[in-house]
């Protein structure tokens, strides 16, 4: 819930003090923050005694349990909004 | 850009492995949750900079809704489809499915409401969700469309994959989506306690 309560001062701020020339900016941090995130994540993994036998282990079982459902969520998702996209497209094409 | 964040994990796997300490990454790796906020904060600016953006989640009513319900069904049929294959409860099955990439809280919650074998593969099949996302991220973008960027990502939408949604797609999508971020953090708990409770 912080992190939501946080975005939004952010889209305030954004809203009320910044022009979109800032936008850029605001871009190139966001990128650096997600990579320290990853590095960190990395880190608190590794750090994990059992981690490597939990990989192997588990390994084939937990790809499965990735590779299913996320491509059935995104087909899915992709079968509803087609149309929505279809439609967005159809207005831009009009509206030139 | 997928290439600097794969660098990324495995140095950061390779430092976590290695046991070292030093000052200034054990202390980035334990206040991750600042660059969490900071992080938020900026996605903030992005979208609040974007003109014209809210005028259009008018536009979408109801069919905001649609990304975060496709996300749901898929990952829940997904669960039944693996317990099948790997002969195991579906009530573990679709629990596991239900952490929607949030591999933290996914792994924790299964792990001790279930078993430490089911909590682990939660752990490690929605972390790997959320590292796929990043390499898929713009492939769906070009070969699907922006929506299925989402999809992919799941819960991981309003946060860490968000950044690679901005790049590859629009602010709009960008708004649709956090609130499919928003949705999908607030169900996971939810799912997974109504999965586990069909063992």
């Not at chain 1, 994540?41 to 990989?55: I, P, Q, S």
């Amino acid at each position: 819930m912080d992190v939501i309560i946080i975005m939004c001062l952010g889209i305030l701020v954004g809203r009320l003090f910044l022009t979109p020339r800032i936008k850029k900016a605001s871009e190139t941090i966001s990128v650096m923050c997600t990579v320290l995130l990853i590095f960190s994540m990395g880190v608190t993994l590794g750090g994990n005694e059992n981690f490597l036998d939990e990989l192997s282990a588990l390994g084939f079982s937990s790809l499965l349990f990735f590779l299913v459902p996320t491509a059935l969520s995104v087909v899915i998702v992709y079968l509803l909004t087609r149309k929505m996209t279809k439609k967005e497209t159809g207005q831009e094409r009009a509206g030139e | 850009m997928v290439l600097c964040m794969i660098c990324a994990l495995v140095l950061g796997l390779l430092y976590g492995l290695s046991g070292a300490e030093w000052g200034l990454i054990d202390v980035v790796s334990r206040h991750s949750d600042l660059i969490l906020y900071l992080l938020m904060f900026f996605i903030g600016i992005s979208i609040g900079t974007q003109r014209g953006i809210f005028s259009k989640i008018k536009e979408y009513h109801f069919k905001i809704f649609v990304i975060p319900i496709g996300i749901i069904v898929g990952s829940f049929v997904g669960g039944v489809v693996c317990s099948l294959i790997l002969d195991i409860p579906v009530g573990y099955g679709t629990a596991i499915t239900s952490g929607l990439g949030w591999y933290s809280l996914a792994g924790v919650t299964i792990g001790s409401l279930a078993n430490a074998q089911m909590g682990s593969i939660a752990f490690l099949s929605n972390l790997m969700r959320e590292i796929a996302s990043f390499m898929v991220i713009p492939f769906l973008a070009t070969r699907f469309n922006s929506f299925a960027c989402i999809a992919s990502a799941g819960a991981t939408s309003e946060d860490t994959t968000l950044p690679i949604i901005l790049k590859y797609t629009n602010e709009e999508t960008v708004v649709m989506s956090v609130f499919n971020g928003i949705i999908c953090s607030m169900m996971v708990p939810v799912l997974i306690s109504a999965c586990l409770k069909m063992v």
